[in-house]
């Protein structure tokens, strides 16, 4: 990603974006239960932290990503986050 000097209501806007959405998995990385909670709608598995295609109509515990997986990946997002930033 290019920064361009020109749009700053741009990428105060990504960032304001970026914050909320790491905010908001902040929880689900520091306790596993608030991880399996946030993928669960009543009775259902959602597909948002799924593996692989999502092609199937159902989702089962499975198909989510285990918790250390899910903090590995939320750790790789915020190393690149941050290499962007540096640029």
Do not use: A
Request: proline fraction near 2%; glycine fraction near 8%; hydrophobic fraction near 30%.
């Amino acid at each position: 990603m290019h920064l361009d000097q020109e749009h700053p209501l741009r990428f105060f806007s990504l960032g304001r974006f970026l914050h909320g959405i790491l905010r908001d998995l902040m929880p689900w990385h520091k306790e596993e239960s608030k991880y399996i909670q946030g993928n669960k709608d009543k009775n259902r598995w959602l597909s948002g932290f799924t593996r692989g295609r999502r092609e199937k109509k159902v989702v089962n515990q499975e198909d989510i990503y285990e918790w250390e997986k899910f903090k590995g990946l939320l750790r790789k997002w915020h190393m690149k986050l941050s290499g962007v930033c540096d640029n």
